[in-house]
């Protein structure tokens, strides 16, 4: 499986984004999917995840109640809603997929791809 996050961008403070995470391969159905950012200077950190059947979700503390994913198996994405967005937010963010679990650990994760860049102004 190969990932691609893409949708990130410049926006102010208190405004939302939507990060797509597009992939490649026939076993992306199987996989959870786990979204994480790294902002400069700091390591990479768990933002949110999602079973591969959307069923369940999980979310790090930080973003609870103004992140929200979702995925679509058909189209072979996920989705990053961002709303209520914060200076500290600031970050690249990845998408990762992995069949065996969904930890809040990206090095975990049998897939990852490049990510996008969101830039919160205050």
């Known amino acids: 499986v190969q990932l691609q996050a893409s949708g990130g961008g410049l926006v102010q403070a208190g405004g939302s984004l939507r990060l797509s995470c597009a992939a490649s391969g026939r076993t992306f159905s199987d996989c959870a999917v786990g979204w994480f950012r790294q902002a400069p200077g700091k390591e990479r950190e768990f933002v949110a995840a999602?079973?591969?059947?959307?069923?369940?979700?999980r979310y790090a503390d930080s973003v609870k109640g103004r992140f929200t994913v979702s995925r679509d198996n058909a189209k072979k994405r996920a989705y990053l809603q961002m709303n209520s967005l914060k200076s500290e937010d600031t970050a690249v963010y990845y998408c990762a997929a992995d069949r065996a679990g969904w930890s809040t650990n990206s090095r975990e994760y049998e897939y990852r791809g490049r990510g996008t860049l969101v830039t919160v102004s205050s």
């Open positions: 999602i079973t591969w059947s959307g069923i369940s979700t």
